[in-house]
Structure formats: C-alpha cells, structure tokens
C-alpha cells in the first residue's frame, strides 16, 4: 500500500480527535469566581473584619517595601479558606480570543505538515514525535536540508563559474545523480547479513554514479518525475503555510498590544512556547520529498537494481541479494530514530578525493574513479551536522526560556503553574535529545536499541500530552485558582486581588 505525503484526513481526524479529548478533561470548578472572591475580600479588608494573620506582610519582587497605596495581599492559606481551591473557568471571550490567537493558527501549522495518508498510526507517532521531541524532530530536519544543499554545491562545484551545460552532458547527469543522492538519504537501507554499511555505500556509488549512456538515461528519467511531483506537492503547501503565518504575526501583534493584561500576557508566553513549530513545519516542506513515497521507493529500487545488476564487476555483493529491495521504508523528516542517511558518508568520500575544486568534473569524467575510491571512515554523525544539532537546540530552548521567563516574571512573581508547566516541557524535550543521542552513541542495533526506541516513543507521548494540557489549561483557565496565582513553589506564596 503506497502513502502519500500530503495533509492527509488522517492528520485532521486525529488533531480534531486530540482537541475534543482535552476539551474534556475535568476541571474542579469553583463555587465562587475567585474575582468575586477577591471583591469581597477587599470589603472585608475595608470594614476592617479581615484577619490579620490573613493578610501577607512578607517581601514582594517588583513592589518597594514601603508604597504610598499598599497592595492588598493574601497568604495562600487565606486565599484557599476564603474561595476555595477549585478554578474559574474562562468566560467565553477569553476562551474565544485564546482560542482564535494561538490555537486555530496552530492547529492550521499543524495540518499543513507532510503526513503520509493511509497510515493513520505513522501519523500518530509523527505527531507525538514532532510536538513532543520538538529538538531532536528539528535536528534531523536541518541534518536532511544539511545534505540536499550539499549536493547542490558539489553540482555547481563541479563545472566552471557560470558554466552549466544542458543535458544531455556530463553535468546534467551528476546533477540527476546527486539529486537521487539527497533523495535516498531519506529512505533506510536494508542491509542484509553479511553484507557492511561500506559495501552498501559502494552499492549506491555505482547505483548512482555509473556514467553509462543508458544508465545516466534511466537516472534521468527518475529524476524528472521526482522534481514534477515535488514541485507539485510543495508550493501549494507553502502558499497555504504563508498565509497561516500571516494570521500568526497579526495575532502576536495583537497580543503585544494588549501586554498589560495578565490573559494577554499569558497568551503571549504560550505563543513564545511554541514559536519553534512554523520553523518546523516549514522545514518540514522544504525538506519534504514527492507526495508518493511509495511509488518513489519503487522506481529507486527499480533504477539502482537495474544498473547494479547489469554492471559486470566482481564483486562485492552476497549470492541472490542484488534481488531486494536496496531502499526501505521513508524516514524523513524525523520519521524514524537514528536515521541518518547514506547521503553523509558517500559525499565525504567523493570530497575526499584529490583536487575537488572548482571543475572537478573534467577530472574524474571516469565512473570508476567515483565509485572504486576507497570508502572514508562511516561516521553515524559528522563532525560538521553539530551547527544543526545547536541550532535546533537553541532555536526550541529560546523559544521556551522566553515562555518561562516572561510567565515566572508576571505578578504573581515567582515559579507557578505556567512557568513550572514551561520549564518541564522544555526538560522533557532535552531528555528525549540526550536518550536519542546516547541511545545513538552507545546502544548497538539489536534488542537493547529497540527497548530504547519504544521508551522514547513513550517520553515523546508524554511530552505531547504535556504540552496539549498546558494549552487547553491556559484556553479554558484552569491555572486561575489560588495555588496557581500564589506561585507557592519558588518565589511567590501570596495573592494579589489588585
């Protein structure tokens, strides 16, 4: 059954699903709106039948210690015997303005990824995996545009300045090689027993590379249709994505323009909390392949096997496996763990050859100097993927520190439900990067590896539900209770009615 990469009914069924769950989730109501609550305090205060052991005399961050107006402050033990722990929930208008803010737009985000239709549980773990493991799912993105815009280079390296001969030449056929190069650095290799990932590699250099007539014929064929359907399956999304980003930026301008509240402030920092996703999702087109993996797979397997077989070279290949399949499933986009690609080892050997300068097609016109070079060392990370490895990094841990800082810095001040629900999310993430990483490291394939793989697909659903109740939590007010504006666990311990 072939899938296709396209926003599938599969996607919206499940993030409509996921919606209508969390809308469900049970909140403990108050008996009382605690801004009633508060109202009625502040009588209290003024008829002078208050307690004084209600009422918070300790430091206040942001408040000099003597104030002409003092502040009405209460202990959180007052405020809990006074409204009660239950939340007020969100008047609809609040509920709307976050929902249509931050929520809709999102959720749009979402959707305009590249999932593969007819695959309704691939589509559920890539979800989890994006929103959950926001670090990792980015790394792997950036490792795969990484190679594609490394083919490119060696493409135009390889004539004059300028010089781009149309096909049929020598030019045209490397281009259509290297482009099939980036192309299967997104699909995994089945690599038979007995048979080494450097004799896989060297497979795929005669595969790709071979500059017979009929060979750099069939590859060019391949590499057209490719191009049509990515070209098809791209723009349109991107189109779509842009305007879903502008409805973004108006929104976050309304928000900047309504900081004075405390909704408005809190919807801000929810916004900063997931500002990583349309770098993601955008990433994710750019780095997309065509909309039929399957049907890409086919004619990949079809080409390499065909040119492979029909190459009468000693070799290299175990009796009876030239008959596989060479490429497995799809693995872009941070689809599967661990998945780095063949792309990576097979262009640090062709750069490793001499004088790969400028013109270095006029010096190796002969296939065999491009596919018997001497394999580098296989690297399962390249020295030079570690800026991709810190910009994803830095780029979700910014966006979340910005959450945190402006949610701890909002009176009440201090560590409370908003921005100890940020902070965990973010160490959520970074624990799935190190798991990944180490599991990468020093795991070998096997048993153990698979155990890792399904405690990581747990974590990356934990997160996911993390982060879909912080947003239905800040949607439908479940933090407007007195635990959560006291900020009890660091810094805070008092309500401010004011």
């Given at each position: ?97 976050t929902v249509t803010t931050w929520v809709l737009p999102l959720v749009g985000l979402v959707l305009q990824a590249p999932f593969e239709s007819n695959n309704f549980r691939g589509t559920m773990l890539l979800v989890f995996r994006w929103l959950g493991s926001p670090i990792v799912s980015m790394m792997y993105i950036f490792w795969n545009i990484r190679v594609t815009r490394k083919c490119a280079i060696m493409a135009d390296m390889s004539v004059g300045m300028g010089d781009h001969p149309r096909p049929p030449s020598g030019f045209s056929g ?325």
């Amino acid at each position: 059954m072939r899938t296709k990469l396209v926003p599938s009914g599969n996607a919206i069924l499940l993030m409509l699903l996921m919606l209508f769950l969390l809308l469900l989730i049970p909140i403990v109501a108050a008996e009382e709106s605690i801004y009633h609550c508060g109202d009625r305090i502040k009588e209290l205060a003024t008829n002078g039948s208050l307690p004084e052991e209600d009422i918070y005399w300790g430091a206040v961050d942001g408040l000099p210690s003597k104030a002409e107006y003092p502040v009405l402050l209460l202990t959180f033990a007052a405020c809990e015997k006074h409204c009660g722990s239950g939340s007020t929930l969100h008047p609809w208008e609040t509920t709307a303005d976050t929902v249509t803010t931050w929520v809709l737009p999102l959720v749009g985000l979402v959707l305009q990824a590249p999932f593969e239709s007819n695959n309704f549980r691939g589509t559920m773990l890539l979800v989890f995996r994006w929103l959950g493991s926001p670090i990792v799912s980015m790394m792997y993105i950036f490792w795969n545009i990484r190679v594609t815009r490394k083919c490119a280079i060696m493409a135009d390296m390889s004539v004059g300045m300028g010089d781009h001969p149309r096909p049929p030449s020598g030019f045209s056929g490397l281009r259509d090689s290297l482009y099939l190069l980036s192309v299967v650095n997104q699909y995994q290799l089945n690599i038979w027993p007995g048979l080494r990932e450097q004799d896989m590699e060297y497979i795929l250099r005669v595969g790709l590379f071979d500059t017979g007539p009929e060979f750099q014929e069939m590859r060019g064929r391949v590499a057209t249709n490719i191009r049509r359907e990515r070209r098809r399956g791209t723009v349109q999304a991107l189109v779509s994505l842009g305007w879903f980003l502008v409805a973004l930026g108006i929104s976050i301008n309304k928000a900047f323009g309504d900081l004075g509240e405390d909704s408005s402030a809190s919807n801000l920092a929810l916004g900063l909390l997931v500002c990583w996703l349309p770098v993601l999702v955008a990433a994710a087109i750019v780095d997309r392949n065509p909309m039929d993996a399957g049907d890409v797979s086919a004619k990949l397997n079809e080409c390499l096997r065909s040119i492979v077989m029909a190459i009468p070279r000693e070799l290299y290949i175990p009796q009876g496996v030239t008959g596989n399949e060479i490429l497995g499933g799809f693995a872009g986009q941070g689809r599967v763990h661990w998945h780095c690609g063949a792309a990576s080892s097979i262009l640090c050997t062709l750069e490793g050859l001499p004088d790969m300068g400028r013109g270095w097609l006029d010096i190796y016109e002969n296939d065999h100097e491009l596919t018997i070079a001497p394999s580098q060392r296989w690297q399962m990370i390249a020295s030079s993927q570690g800026w991709q490895m810190t910009a994803s990094f830095t780029l979700v841990c910014s966006c979340i520190i910005g959450a945190f800082i402006l949610s701890y810095f909002t009176p009440t001040v201090g560590l409370g439900c908003r921005s100890a629900g940020y902070m965990i999310f973010g160490l959520n993430s970074f624990v799935c990067l190190f798991i990944e990483i180490g599991a990468w490291v020093f795991l070998p394939m096997g048993r153990r590896r698979e155990a890792a793989r399904w405690f990581l697909r747990l974590c990356e659903f934990t997160n996911f539900c993390w982060l879909m109740y912080i947003i239905t939590a800040q949607t439908r007010g479940t933090y407007n209770n007195c635990r959560c504006k006291s900020s009890v666990w660091g810094g805070g311990g008092y309500v401010d009615f004011e």
